[in-house]
């Protein structure tokens, strides 16, 4: 197992500036991560260069963007993008004539899915194609990205590559029972992992999350050869998730959101990060809190441990800053309840036998159980029922606080990274924001 390696220091680094390019590996969809570095970039005068995943059309052929797509991207990101398809995965790859993974698993049902068996032999031969599909995708990215980074430039590369779930309508039923399911409708996501479905699914997220990372930074070796020769320094980053500490007893602590059934793809991603700064190359994957993303609302809970970051603007000195943050997520309340309650179930939910066992950051990934479903979900569902509205939740303030001080977090550590893998905890993001804001 390798060392939990925790941000600690405040980068003071800036390496980036205007003539510099920017990469994001990944398309900008809505909110996230990938916003916080792209607005570094832009602030810094940075080139910010894109890619795209494609589109799939009426027959779920890959296919670059139509121009009037290509404008909306373009202008959502605010530079270039590569109008290559980079779609990654193999779920709608297959050799020319057999079934996709895709098709093999279509006509599963929620009463036969545990038991049906798929052809792995036919999965091989579709994740070698969708494999070497994106291979050779890079390799065209690559070939007209190098045109656009001139010698002497720095070049940060971003990737934002994340999912893997095929398309199949059974699947959201699964998802329902295994992330919001409680009672009779709960489902143990040991189900999900140990069925040839589940099996499949790993596979693709190992492709999706962290396999790409690894052809980024293989297909990028001649641009880097070329800036590293004339005085450039390149740089990669990706998104990781594996726990995040929190204030729990006043002390911060690793929690989890469980059953994260991404994560063994996420310390594969890790690995890769090892692998290349083994070689020399600066990559570095941050572990980042958890937030409420377009993505991430299929948790039902993910969004628990976010509440504790109040607590920890105000313990890492935010005065009067804090305050205000307080008092905005007080205004999003009902008019009988107050933050202070709010938080106090936030507590005994992390006190709980319940959680205090899913707390093994050795174990990570864990599976859920009944008694987690229980007590996270019903959590959830009585903090949601706080607000005035379900459409502005005190997540949203605090997602947007930590997609702010995440930014400039990894853009200037990035700058000289210490470690392949790093943790952004609460203490850190607390301290870069409350920097932000008290300066």
């Avoid at 494609?54 to 670059?64: F, I, K, S």
């Avoid at 070939?143 to 070049?155: F, H, S, T, V, W």
């Amino acid at each position: 197992m390798h060392a939990f390696t925790p941000l600690r220091t405040l980068p003071q680094t800036q390496l980036f500036r205007k003539g510099d390019v920017f990469v994001l590996f990944g398309e900008l969809f809505g909110r996230g991560y990938a916003n916080g570095l792209v607005n570094q970039a832009r602030d810094a005068g940075m080139t910010i260069i894109g890619v795209t995943v494609g589109r799939r059309d009426e027959n779920n052929a890959l296919r670059a963007l139509t121009a009037e797509e290509l404008a909306t991207a373009e202008a959502n990101l605010g530079g270039r993008i590569i109008n290559v398809p980079l779609m990654a995965g193999f779920d709608l790859d297959a050799p020319a004539g057999t079934p996709t993974p895709t098709d093999l698993i279509a006509d599963m049902t929620l009463k036969s899915w545990q038991d049906d068996k798929l052809d792995w032999a036919q999965i091989e031969k579709c994740r070698a194609v969708g494999v070497q599909r994106f291979k050779d995708s890079v390799a065209r990215v690559m070939a007209e990205l190098d045109g656009m980074i001139p010698d002497g430039a720095n070049a940060f590369f971003a990737h934002t590559m994340a999912g893997g779930i095929p398309k199949v309508k059974v699947f959201l039923a699964i998802a329902n029972r295994i992330y919001k399911g409680r009672g009779e409708r709960f489902m143990p996501s040991s189900a999900l992992v140990n069925s040839d479905l589940g099996r499949l699914i790993m596979m693709n997220f190992d492709e999706v999350t962290a396999n790409t990372f690894q052809h980024l930074i293989e297909g990028s070796a001649a641009i880097r050869a070329r800036l590293e020769k004339n005085g450039g320094q390149v740089r990669y980053t990706a998104y990781g998730y594996h726990g995040t500490e929190i204030l729990i007893g006043g002390q911060y602590q690793w929690q989890t959101y469980t059953s994260y059934t991404q994560g063994k793809a996420k310390m594969r991603l890790e690995q890769h990060a090892r692998t290349a700064w083994a070689q020399g190359i600066k990559a570095t994957v941050y572990n980042s809190p958890e937030i409420r993303t377009n993505s991430s609302d299929i948790f039902v809970g993910v969004e628990l441990s976010l509440f504790p970051l109040l607590k920890a603007l105000k313990q890492e000195g935010g005065g009067a800053w804090a305050e205000a943050q307080w008092q905005a997520c007080r205004e999003v309340l009902q008019e009988d309840e107050s933050l202070e309650n709010l938080l106090s179930t936030i507590d005994a939910y992390n006190d709980s036998d319940v959680m205090k066992g899913f707390r093994n950051f050795a174990a990570w990934p864990m599976d859920n159980t009944a008694e987690l479903a229980e007590v996270m979900i019903g959590t959830s569902e009585a903090i949601t029922k706080m607000h005035k509205s379900r459409d502005a939740l005190v997540t949203d303030i605090l997602s947007a606080l930590v997609l702010e001080g995440s930014g400039p977090l990894m853009f200037r550590e990035t700058s000289a990274p210490t470690a392949p893998v790093l943790w952004l905890n609460h203490d850190i993001i607390a301290r870069q924001l409350n920097l932000l804001h008290n300066a």
